[in-house]
């Protein structure tokens, strides 16, 4: 169960993860736990103002629509 879980979550990742390196940074998953995500932001993302919001608000809003087991994102900076 919890390997479909990540192979979903990395799914959806590998879609938006172009856009994000189009701004110099990177997200991986770092941790799935009782419906809590964390990930692991890097470059340019790691030091944005903005991160929190386009982590939180697009990735997020993507995760939980897609998965409903989803309930939150957890963000770590590189």
Known sequence: MASILIKKIEKILMKV?????????????????????????TGACAHCGMADLTYNNLIGGILKAEI????????KND
């Open 68 to 75: 409903p087991s989803i309930k939150g994102i957890v963000l």
């Open 17 to 41: 993860r172009p856009y994000i390196q189009m701004h110099g940074g990177d997200v991986h998953l770092e941790n799935v736990k009782a419906g809590i995500v964390t990930l692991r932001i």
